[in-house]
């Protein structure tokens, strides 16, 4: 029975994934940042750090192209991607937080309408997820109900031990059929101690009464207090492991190009305005109360899932210092 | 060809109806076989909508202005204001644009039968309801009284006039129309006064227990229309309006046209009023 697998092993397996084939990703240094990048090899994996954007973009990446046209002798000819050739991929280090997005994003690029890009990639990915040993101060994911060793979304999860090692958890068949393929990596030895994990002080916040709230108080003065500040930068949505709002736009020439599908964001004033001049969320306050509604009220309704991880991303990088967990907090204080 | 990509169609023929709107017939390119069922996106319902695209410039969603016809023709009413209907302007039959659909949920016919009719449109929302008429007008001895009132701000941005005025002549449906522009001249135009859409309803006598009312028109016509439908005690479920966003992959994804807890593209356009009642802005 493989357990555990040793830091260098990890590095090494990752050689051996890229040179089997396998597109890797992981935290990798790019610049000043650590970003989730697909790897050369082994050694370009860096452990212990939460990287700046989410894993999203693994399975729903920033742009894509969903079709190329063709106009011949006055028709529009219409192609298809091929997704066959989009590669086995292995989403390796992901945090808890970005391990279990796709988890919740599965319900909304399937519900109806199926979203072959994201499941295409989704059925070729295997999530290798990484228990949290570094949380700071924007960390809130107990307080939506994950946690730095939540292992919800990872095929195969990773405990960090004394001594270089990992434990290793098999949650799915896919995390299955990658140790018994590479089983040689792994040990059958139980390792050492656990590391402590990281502990996000935030207390767990009641997620059924703030829905009640916001059912009760879509039209509250709270909106206009809380969004004053907002400058609408998009930069949340951006980096934020669950926010899966698009626009499709053309890239080409009337006789030539391809249509394409690329993030967008719901607090960019001009995301629901119309061409008639017409915008039914034209203030910033309805557009951050939409943000919050859709992540706390309305993605549940509709799928029985929050639509955030609790990772912070959000309250570290907006400009102004919006913070979505004390926003919750505060929601938290109101009567229903 | 996976679901959702656009189908090409050709513009079969085009009328300016005004400075600005154009009706466009269109045909798919790859007609349905001889027998088999009409292209998906030529078989819908009134209320429904369609994604149309130019290669190059983008999509837009365009609401069905006509019923389905057996040759798979949809007819499309478009004002040319944005950056897909402004290139429009000069578009000419035999020009390929791309279609997905139908998307959304269209008017509740089933909930209609036996029931009066009130179709109010303001404006291009004339364009979906005449959808909805015409179907109506198909089959006729399905529904009890029928009626339209129609406003639009002046004698020449009333939108398919010559068909209103024949339907008129018959004892099949009441239309009374409106323009808001005072001093107006209306002559020729029978049925229309110079006034503000809501007050063509003081011209109608309904039963509210049994009617229904089908709205669509610049959003800011609805408030007052809902109003005083609801003065003449017409109950929140029997007012259907059909709302405008914009509606970007039609599928229930992209995020463009959440209204409240609903996503227009998919819980509607159409909505009844009970639906919209608690959102702030749904209808402004």
Redesign the interface.
């Known amino acids: 029975m493989p357990n555990t697998i040793t830091e260098q092993n990890l590095r090494a397996l990752i050689d051996t994934l890229v040179k089997d084939g396998s597109r890797v990703v992981g935290p990798k240094a790019a610049g000043d940042m650590t970003l989730y990048e697909p790897l050369a090899g082994g050694t370009e994996l860096v452990l212990g750090v939460l990287p700046r954007r989410s894993a999203k973009e693994t399975f729903f990446p920033l742009c894509e192209d969903i079709l190329s046209y063709q106009k011949m002798e006055g028709k529009m000819t219409v192609e298809d991607i091929d997704l066959s050739r989009l590669p086995s991929t292995v989403l390796i280090g992901a945090l808890p937080c970005d391990a279990a997005a796709p988890g919740i994003l599965d319900a909304v690029f399937s519900w109806d309408y199926q979203d072959e890009f994201y499941l295409e990639r989704r059925k070729k990915t295997t999530i290798i997820g990484l228990a949290c040993t570094k949380s700071d101060d924007a960390c809130f994911c107990t307080a939506v109900g994950y946690s730095p060793a939540e292992s919800r979304g990872s095929d195969i999860f990773l405990l960090p031990l004394e001594g270089g090692r990992y434990r290793c958890q098999i949650i799915s068949d896919k995390g299955n059929l990658l140790v018994e393929r590479y089983k040689s990596f792994f040990t059958d030895e139980e390792g050492g101690n656990a590391l402590p994990l990281s502990q996000p002080s935030m207390e767990k916040l009641d997620l059924q009464k703030i829905r009640e709230w916001l059912e009760n108080n879509f039209e509250s003065d709270f909106w206009k207090e809380i969004a004053e500040r907002c400058v609408g930068c998009g930069a949340c949505a951006f980096i934020c492991p669950a926010c899966h709002c698009f626009d499709i736009n053309d890239e080409g020439s009337e006789g030539k190009g391809v249509r394409r599908k690329h993030w967008d964001a719901c607090g960019f004033s001009k995301f629901t305005n119309h061409a008639s001049g017409h915008n039914p969320r034209d203030v910033q306050p309805q557009r951050y109360r939409n943000r919050i509604m859709h992540k706390f009220k309305y993605y549940d309704d509709k799928f029985g899932q929050t639509l955030c991880t609790g990772c912070g991303r959000c309250v570290r990088a907006c400009p102004v210092g919006i913070d979505i967990a004390a926003v919750l907090q505060e929601i938290m204080k109101y009567e229903l | 060809?996976?679901?959702?990509?656009?189908?090409?169609a050709?513009i079969t023929s085009v009328r300016k109806l005004t400075s600005d709107t154009t009706l466009f017939a269109l045909r798919c390119?790859d007609p349905a076989a001889a027998g088999a069922p009409l292209p998906a996106v030529a078989s819908f319902l009134p209320g429904q909508f369609l994604e149309l695209?130019?290669?190059?410039?983008?999509?837009?969603p365009i609401s069905y202005c006509g019923i389905p016809s057996s040759d798979g023709t949809i007819e499309l009413c478009i004002?040319h204001?944005?950056?897909v209907?402004i290139p429009l302007q000069n578009a000419k039959p035999?020009?390929?644009?791309?279609l997905r659909g139908p998307f959304g949920l269209g008017f509740p016919l089933k909930s209609y039968e036996n029931q009066d009719l009130l179709l109010i449109a303001g404006g291009l929302g004339m364009a979906p309801l005449r959808s909805l008429l015409l179907a109506l007008l198909v089959e006729r001895g399905q529904w009890g009284e029928l009626t339209l009132l129609y406003g639009a701000r002046e004698p020449g941005a009333l939108l398919f006039l010559d068909e209103l005025l024949y339907m008129s002549q018959s004892s099949d449906i009441r239309i009374y129309l409106a323009v808001d522009r005072r001093g107006s001249c209306l002559e020729g135009i029978p049925h229309c006064r110079a006034a503000l859409l809501p007050a063509l309803l003081d011209q109608v006598m309904l039963q509210p227990e049994r009617t229904h009312a089908a709205l669509c028109g610049?959003?800011i016509v609805y408030t007052p229309l809902v109003e005083r439908l609801n003065q003449l005690g017409l109950a929140d479920e029997r007012i259907h309006l059909s709302l405008?966003?914009?509606m970007?992959?039609g599928?229930?994804?992209?995020?463009?046209?959440?209204?409240?807890?609903y996503l227009c593209c998919?819980d509607g356009p159409v909505f009844n009023y009970a639906m919209l009642k608690?959102?702030?802005?749904?209808l402004?």
């Open positions: 060809m996976k679901a959702g990509l656009p189908t090409s050709t390119d695209s130019l290669p190059g410039i983008g999509e837009v004002r204001v944005g950056h209907t035999g020009d390929a644009v791309g610049p959003p405008e966003r914009r970007k992959c599928q229930g994804r992209c995020g463009h046209c959440a209204v409240g807890t998919t608690g959102i702030e802005g749904a402004v």
